[in-house]
C-alpha cells in the first residue's frame, strides 16, 4: 500500500509538460516511421513499374523471338522461355539482368571515355551499327572481319595509315602529278580500303571492349578479343555459345527492331557514363576554383 502512495506521488511530480512532450516526440517518431515505409513502398513500386516498362519495350522490339529449336546452342538454354511454333522464345526477365549487367560495364567504360570497338557485319544491320557507333564517335566494322584485326593490329594499323595518306594526297591535289592510269588504280585501293578500313581510320590503339551483334556471325572476332582479352559485350541468339562472351545479352540479333533497340540502349549507357565523369570533372573545377591560391596569398602577406 506504501509503495503504491510512493508512485501515486512520484506521477504528480512529473510535470504535464514533460508528459505532453514525450507523447508529442513519440509521435513525431511514428510519423517519421510512417513516413519511411511510405516512401519504400513508392520507391518499390516506382521500379516495379520502370521493370515492367522495360519488359513490355523489349517485347514491342522483339527483343524475345530467337531461331527454330533445332538451331539451339545448349548453352543457351537457361535463358529461354519456351517454344512457339518451332520459334525458341526468350525468357525477358533473364534478358533484363544480362543486359542491366551488360549496360553497367558499359557506364563504367563511358566514365573513362575508353574506346569500344563495334561489330555487325549483316548488311541489314550495317546502317543501324554504324549510327550507333558515329553517335559516340566510335569505330565500327559492318563488312567482312578481316582476320589479325586484333591479334595482327600493327598490320591493319599500317594498312589504314596508307587509307588516309590517300585521302590526303587527293583532298591536296597531289595525285595529280599521277598519269590518268595510275590515278584510277589509286583511286580504285583508296575505295578498297575505305570499304575494309573506313570505320576503324580513328582506332590508334586496340579498343577497351567489343560492342558485337550476333556472336556466331562474328565469331572470329569474338575469338581474336578472348586471344587479345578484350571483353565482349554480344547479343547472342539461340544458335550462340555464351560462355564465349564477357557480357552475353540473350535475344534477337536478326530483326532491325530488336537490334535498334539494344543498341541505343548501348548508347545511352555510354553516355550516362560521360556525363557522369564530366559532371564529376566540373564539380572539381568548381572546388578548385573556391579554394583561394595559397601562394598568392603568402606573397601578398610578405
Known amino acids: 500500500m506504501l509503495e503504491t502512495e510512493q508512485v501515486k506521488e512520484k506521477e504528480k511530480e ?177 575505295g578498297r580500303l575505305e570499304r575494309h578500313f573506313g570505320g576503324i581510320e580513328t582506332l590508334r590503339e586496340l579498343p577497351a571492349a567489343l560492342v558485337v551483334v550476333d556472336a556466331e556471325e562474328n565469331r572470329t572476332a569474338v575469338r581474336e578479343a578472348v586471344r587479345t582479352r578484350i571483353p565482349v559485350v554480344a547479343i547472342v541468339n539461340v544458335d550462340c555459345n555464351p560462355s564465349q562472351v564477357s557480357y552475353p545479352i540473350p535475344g534477337n540479333d536478326a530483326a532491325p527492331s530488336s537490334v535498334e533497340y539494344l543498341l541505343k540502349r548501348i548508347v545511352a549507357a555510354y553516355k550516362e557514363g560521360g556525363a557522369a565523369a564530366s559532371n564529376l570533372g566540373s564539380a572539381a573545377s568548381e572546388i578548385a576554383s573556391a579554394v583561394p591560391d595559397a601562394t598568392t596569398g603568402a606573397e601578398r602577406m610578405l
Open 14 to 190: 512529473i510535470p504535464e509538460e514533460s508528459v505532453n512532450e514525450f507523447a508529442s516526440a513519440e509521435e513525431q517518431e511514428t510519423d517519421e516511421e510512417r513516413e519511411t515505409v511510405e516512401q519504400k513502398e513508392s520507391a518499390t513500386a516506382t521500379a516495379a513499374e520502370m521493370a515492367d516498362t522495360e519488359l513490355e519495350a523489349m517485347f514491342r522490339a522483339g527483343v524475345h523471338f530467337g531461331y527454330s529449336r533445332s538451331r539451339r546452342h545448349p548453352k543457351m538454354a537457361p535463358y529461354l522461355f519456351g517454344v512457339r511454333n518451332n520459334i525458341e522464345i526468350f525468357d525477358l526477365v533473364k534478358v533484363r539482368v544480362a543486359l542491366q549487367r551488360a549496360l553497367q560495364f558499359l557506364t563504367d567504360l563511358g566514365k573513362s571515355q575508353r574506346t569500344v570497338l563495334f561489330v555487325a557485319t549483316k548488311p541489314s544491320l550495317n546502317a543501324l551499327l554504324e549510327a550507333a557507333a558515329r553517335e559516340i564517335n566510335m569505330p565500327y566494322v559492318t563488312e567482312r572481319w578481316l582476320g589479325g584485326t586484333l591479334t595482327n593490329f600493327k598490320i591493319i594499323r599500317s594498312r589504314v595509315d596508307r587509307l588516309i595518306t590517300l585521302k590526303k594526297q587527293k583532298e591536296s591535289g597531289e595525285l595529280a602529278r599521277y598519269t590518268k592510269k595510275e590515278r584510277v588504280e589509286l583511286d580504285r585501293e583508296a
